[in-house]
């Protein structure tokens, strides 16, 4: 296994909690704004600019998909709970829908910078391809739910 | 056991803490803070009341989550469900059953479409002064493109004028 294999569930990570610890600051200081909700594209939002972090601090690194999963269930379970921004009874279906989501963002932008040229036009190819994918997920979602 | 892998777990357990830390060290003044925007919004929906009492609400209304009496009507904080989620207004109705003043607090609804009842005030302005008999496409133009939004708001104020006219029978406003 390559180095830097769990690089992408740190920063995942690291960004939730960046999120929320600014949702926490907008809901003590700004009582009457209305927060964003943890939905599916707001997940994929946050998941993809971990992806795009990782892709540019260390775009060789291999993936274990057995690891992102279970990193990302913890992730989205965990830290909303610790924020106030869930229950106990709701934090699990965050908990799984933000491992579910995070693993098949995590493999569709994979997929799609392994095809990719290298190149100096490659990191502006993977910001594009990452906003598709979050444009995609909205209209997903928009469908579904 | 590969020792990298305590990265992401230390990583996620402080973060984890951090959250706890935050959360737990501002929830003193984020609710001293709601308590004040609170009481300056329903001042504003119901111009002439200084203070507010809430009640326990025992009626069957699914729709109304809080009341709050005041000297001249009531504040009702009321929810339901819109086009992409949940609604939740605070509805000013006075003595007289007519609506004072209203916002919209809380939705998930489409952006340009019906997110656009947060700040149409043409749209909100139609249900003031009514009693309870607002109704789209009746006396209630909706906001383009957003019909469903715009009858769950408007099933927001007729619930709210229902508790205060005991419309909805089971409401102890008028009791």
Redesign the interface.
């Known amino acids: 296994?390559k180095?830097n294999?769990?690089?992408l569930?740190?920063l995942l990570?690291?960004f939730?909690?960046i999120a929320?610890?600014v949702m926490?600051?907008v809901?003590?200081?700004q009582?009457?704004a209305?927060l964003p909700?943890l939905?599916i594209p707001n997940m994929v939002l946050i998941s993809l600019v971990a992806l795009l972090m990782d892709y540019f601090l260390a775009p060789e690194a291999d993936r274990c998909y057995i690891?992102i999963p279970v990193?990302s269930v913890?992730?989205f379970g965990?830290?909303p709970l610790?924020?106030?921004f869930a229950t106990v009874a709701n934090a699990w279906i965050l908990a799984l829908v933000g491992g579910a989501v995070f693993t098949l963002v995590t493999w569709l932008f994979s997929s799609m910078t392994q095809r990719m040229a290298t190149g100096r036009t490659s990191k502006l190819a993977a910001v594009a391809g990452a906003l598709g994918i979050w444009l995609a997920f909205q209209c997903f979602s928009g469908i579904i739910? | 056991m590969?020792k990298?892998?305590l990265?992401?777990v230390l990583?996620?357990l402080i973060?984890?803490?951090?959250?706890?830390g935050?959360?737990a060290g501002?929830?003193g003044?984020?609710a001293s803070?709601?308590e004040a925007?609170?009481t300056a919004?329903m001042q504003a929906i119901l111009p002439g009341s200084e203070t507010f009492t809430e009640e326990t609400y025992t009626g069957d209304d699914a729709n109304i989550r809080r009341v709050f009496a005041a000297e001249n009507g009531y504040v009702i904080e009321v929810a339901t469900n819109g086009y992409?989620?949940e609604i939740t207004m605070l509805v000013g109705v006075d003595k007289d059953g007519k609506v004072t003043g209203l916002q919209v607090?809380?939705?998930?609804e489409t952006f340009g479409l019906g997110g656009e009842a947060?700040t149409d005030h043409e749209f909100l302005r139609q249900y003031l002064q009514t009693s309870g008999e607002a109704e789209v496409g009746v006396n209630v133009d909706a906001i383009t493109g957003a019909t469903v939004t715009s009858k769950a708001i408007t099933r927001c104020v007729n619930s709210a004028v229902a508790y205060v006219t005991g419309a909805d029978a089971s409401s102890g406003a008028t009791s």
């Open positions: 296994m180095k294999s769990y690089l569930n740190t990570a690291v939730v909690m929320l610890a926490v600051l809901r003590t200081f009582p009457a209305i909700v939905n690891c990193f913890l992730t965990l830290l610790a924020a106030g739910l | 590969n990298k892998i990265l992401p990583t996620l973060c984890a803490l951090v959250l706890v935050l959360n501002l929830s003044v984020a803070k709601a925007e609170l919004k992409a989620g607090r809380d939705m998930e947060l």
